[in-house]
């Protein structure tokens, strides 16, 4: 567990991280990608930051992953890379840098960790978990075998390295209802996430989709009578769910799509209004680009992404901790699953 204490100890030794108005201003273009977002005072607080950590990431070699649910000042000021779970997986195997920094939770930096065994892998907040990983362990998987014998386990990439690895192949929500689909077999089981399982099973209804029931703290608590009140007192808004909410909510809005897929969409569309039914960094982070886009509406903030800061980044750059270890005979097995998904995604997408 960190130690805040030590921790700005030590960053007040090796850094000048006292908010400045001329630092800020020198770092004005990546300013202008929060803007509407990140008030002036509050960029004068995180430029120190901002130009450590970049610097630092220089002379160190290291690339930073960032998942698009971090906040504004991570994802347009340090992150060399965004995305959903899908796109981080496959930017992950193109590495060319010794560090890989994942900005995101837990299962997102093993899933580097399996892709790249030689390089070092650190997380900046060891405890950013997620509780869909947490709903599900290899035992589980074994009882879903042992319920439905024969059919293939798809797991959700929200997983531990240990569930992977004892899963058949991996899935994303980008992918998983072309992944269910193109398995042979009539019945598949699908972990941890039950709405996500739900809403392919529906995409996918020649299939017999069982699943297991896990949920994701963000997205279940949006309900139907949530998103027909609103679209009630606001018929003008979009909205826009991602597939980890329950279906009658996916039914309720516009469109359903990965963290990523929503950015397409609403990128495309550039609706006047928009609600995304998601984590609240989401609307943060592609604001400014859409200077036509009102974002309204409620979002859920999600404790573990949150969990990821500017000064932890720094710290784990500083110290190389907390570095994420997977034991190899397990990394090796989830690897097979996670090069599967990957593997089939790129041929059902050509
Ligand atoms: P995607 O970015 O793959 O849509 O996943 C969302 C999520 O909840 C990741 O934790
Ligand atoms: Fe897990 Fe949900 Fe948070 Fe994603 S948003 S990390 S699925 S708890």
Redesign the pocket.
């Known amino acids: 567990m960190l130690d805040f204490t030590v921790m700005r100890a030590t960053l007040a030794d090796y850094y000048d991280l006292t908010p400045s108005v001329e630092l800020a201003e020198a770092l004005s273009d990546i300013h202008a990608k929060m803007e509407r977002v990140i008030p002036f005072p509050d960029f004068v607080r995180y430029a120190p930051y901002i130009a450590a950590i970049n610097k630092l990431k220089a002379e160190k070699n290291a690339v930073i992953l960032a ?3 971090m906040t504004p000042e991570i994802y347009h000021g340090v992150a060399d890379v965004v ?6 997986a496959i930017e992950a195997t193109k590495v060319k840098e010794d560090i890989i920094v994942q900005c ?2 837990h ?2 930096a093993e899933t580097s960790k399996i892709l790249n065994p030689a390089k070092t892998v650190l997380i900046p907040d060891v405890e950013a978990g ?1 509780s ?1 990983s947490e709903s599900i362990t290899a035992a589980g998987i074994d009882q879903m075998r042992a319920k439905y014998p024969g059919a293939p386990v798809v797991t959700y ?2 997983t531990t390295a240990e569930v992977k690895a004892a899963s058949d192949i991996c899935c ?3 992918n998983a209802a072309q992944i269910v689909r193109a398995l042979p077999e009539h019945t598949v089981i699908m972990t941890p996430d039950q709405y996500l399982a739900q809403n392919v099973a529906r995409e996918v209804p020649e299939k017999n989709v069982v699943w297991w029931e896990g949920s ?1 703290i ?2 279940e608590q949006y309900t139907k009578d949530d998103i027909n009140d609103f679209r009630a007192m606001n018929p003008d808004t979009t909205i826009i769910a ?3 909410c329950p279906p009658d909510v996916v039914d309720a809005c516009d469109f359903s ?6 950015i397409d969409y609403v990128t495309q569309k550039k609706p006047t209004k928009a609600m995304l039914v ?2 609240c960094s989401m609307a943060s982070n592609i604001s400014d680009a859409l200077p036509e886009v009102e974002f309204t509406g409620p979002c859920n903030m ?1 404790p ?2 949150k969990k990821i800061t500017l000064e932890k980044i720094l710290y784990a750059l500083h110290t190389m901790g907390e570095a994420v270890e997977v034991d190899p005979v397990v990394a090796q097995k989830a690897k097979i699953a996670v090069e599967r998904m990957i593997d089939l995604s790129r041929t059902l997408t050509k």
Not at 257 to 262: M, Q
């Open positions: 998942h698009n649910y995305g959903d779970s899908l796109q981080l995101g939770v299962f997102m997620c869909l990439v929200n994303t929500s980008s994701c963000v997205h991602h597939p980890e799509g990965s963290t990523s897929g929503i998601t984590e999600c573990y992404m």
